[in-house]
């Protein structure tokens, strides 16, 4: 399990959102309690230079995953420019084997589809496996309870269980079509240890 936020703000609410999500989705999974974070917003300074080693471990790392977590924050209806310019970094089928979650984070109800119109495409586009609907999670809403972790900034408008109540109901949708993709993927990923040094 690794975990990718696109969010250009380093230690953002879209990282604790996007991190108790793929601890939840491990559980369910049964894939252990560990998951890698890849936070790109350590990163951006890099990205975009001709040459950018931990950026490429990080692409490598994010490669080898089994179930691969995507979280961006909703910017101008899509996903970030900072989370597109280090998939940019892949060539074509650079996610084959992958199994993607994507997750979205947004500031208005409106914007909850902007994960199924731009991410999942995205990610479907470099051979990712996405055989789920795009998490979409409302900013205000991100109150975190103990099955999830803490939340240093909870919303004004926030309960203690929103996020874990939202994504146990899109688990329980989501479970099957995972696990059954999860199961086809096993084993023809390799794990890289080498990469661990780019994520945090």
């Known amino acids: 399990m690794v975990v990718l936020v696109g969010n ?9 959102a996007a991190q108790a999500v793929g601890r939840r989705v491990a559980d369910r999974l049964g894939l252990g309690p ?22 490429d471990a990080a692409r490598a790392l994010a490669a080898s995953a089994t179930v691969l977590v995507v ?3 909703v910017y ?20 084959a084997g992958v199994v993607a ?18 991410l ?36 004004p408008d926030s309960r203690p269980d929103d996020l874990a109540s939202t994504v146990d109901a899109w688990l329980d949708r989501a479970q099957g079509p995972l696990a059954r993709a999860v199961g086809g993927a096993v084993g023809q990923g390799a794990s890289a240890p080498e990469h661990l040094e780019a994520t945090r």
């Open 8 to 16: 250009p703000r380093p230690r953002s609410r879209t990282l604790a």
């Open 120 to 155: 999942r495409p995205l990610l479907v586009e470099l051979g990712a496996t996405v055989p789920a609907r795009t998490l979409a999670l409302l900013d205000s809403r991100l109150g975190l309870d103990s099955r999830l972790g803490p939340d240093p900034r909870p919303g």
């Open 76 to 95: 101008k209806g899509s996903y970030t420019g900072l989370l597109k310019a280090f998939l940019d970094l892949y060539g074509p089928d650079g996610l």
């Open 71 to 73: 979280a961006t924050p």
């Open 34 to 55: 560990q998951a890698t974070t890849i936070d790109l917003a350590d990163l951006a300074s890099e990205i975009l230079t001709p040459v950018h080693p931990r950026a």
């Open 101 to 118: 979650v994507p997750v979205v984070v947004s500031g208005d109800p409106a914007h909850s589809l902007a994960g199924e119109a731009h």
